[in-house]
């Protein structure tokens, strides 16, 4: 399969700040697009999440328990216009996609 880009630093700078300055301290995880791998949940957003930079960021996920939490975390993503999804209590924002795949912006 081949993918094609639809972050960049800028843009996950812009998602990293202000979960950092969430209220209720929001656990994230990512998979890297290179290797597969997925990384364990983690709630450090302001070293932890850029350590390492962006450039192999398939997918971030968000946890998102209740729909109040939801809401907000939603309303963050939005602003900054970011493409992804809701998948139950977690809200995942895309670095790759692939190819021809229509994807949503939140």
């Known amino acids: 399969m081949k993918y094609q880009e639809v972050m960049n630093d800028t843009k996950w700078d812009e998602i990293r700040l202000?979960?950092?300055?969430?209220?209720n301290?929001?656990?994230?995880?990512?998979k890297d697009i290179e290797t597969d791998y997925l990384c364990h949940w983690d709630g450090e957003w302001f070293y932890n999440f850029r350590?390492?930079?962006?450039?192999?960021?398939?997918?971030?996920g968000i946890k998102a328990e209740t729909v109040e939490i939801r809401h907000e975390v939603l309303k963050i993503l939005n602003n900054?216009?970011?493409?992804?999804?809701?998948?139950?209590?977690?809200?995942?924002?895309?670095?790759?996609?692939?190819?021809?795949?229509p994807v949503n912006y939140l």
């Open 18 to 23: 202000p979960m950092f300055e969430f209220p």
């Open 25 to 30: 301290n929001r656990q994230w995880r990512t």
């Open 51 to 60: 350590s390492g930079g962006y450039k192999c960021i398939e997918w971030l």
């Open 80 to 101: 900054i216009h970011v493409p992804g999804e809701v998948l139950g209590d977690v809200i995942r924002v895309y670095g790759y996609v692939e190819i021809g795949k």
